[in-house]
């Protein structure tokens, strides 16, 4: 599958679309999400061109893994969310079709600020 560049995040990465920012550095960017599922519903996506999760394990470099990875917690942090020095929240991220994935480029939804619930509903 080859990486649309025309997707809506891709837009956002090329200043084309409007964000509210959370934060910013060589490797990511993070924003709300417009559809906020509980009270804090960010984003955080890799500047680099990657379909979803498994696009950029194979193909991404250490510095960008790590980078995103770390940029995590640091947002969560930022936020208040994270089990450091707040409440804890949940980290998602959907892959294709059958994991519900609507904008093909690499995001990791950071969900918390309250209680967020179940894992999974039927
Ligand atoms: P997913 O189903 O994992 O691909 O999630 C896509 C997410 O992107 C949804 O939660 C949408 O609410 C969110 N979203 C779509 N367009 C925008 C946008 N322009 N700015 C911020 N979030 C967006």
Do not use: W
Not at 48 to 68: P, V
Not at 69 to 81: C, G
């Amino acid at each position: 599958m080859k990486y649309d560049e025309n997707n809506i995040f891709a837009k956002i990465l090329r200043g084309e679309i409007p964000c509210k920012k959370i934060y910013e550095d060589d490797y990511v960017l993070s924003f709300e999400d417009v559809n906020p599922q509980k009270k804090t519903h960010v984003l955080v996506i890799p500047k680099g061109k990657y379909i979803d999760l498994d696009d950029f394990n194979e193909k991404a470099s250490k510095d960008e893994i790590n980078g995103f990875f770390r940029a995590i917690t640091l947002i969560a942090k930022k936020l208040n969310i994270s089990n450091l020095n707040g409440n804890g929240y949940r980290v998602i991220s959907n892959i294709g079709e059958d994991g519900g994935q609507e904008v093909p480029h690499l995001h990791f939804h950071l969900i918390g600020g309250e209680k967020v619930g179940k894992m999974i509903q039927k």
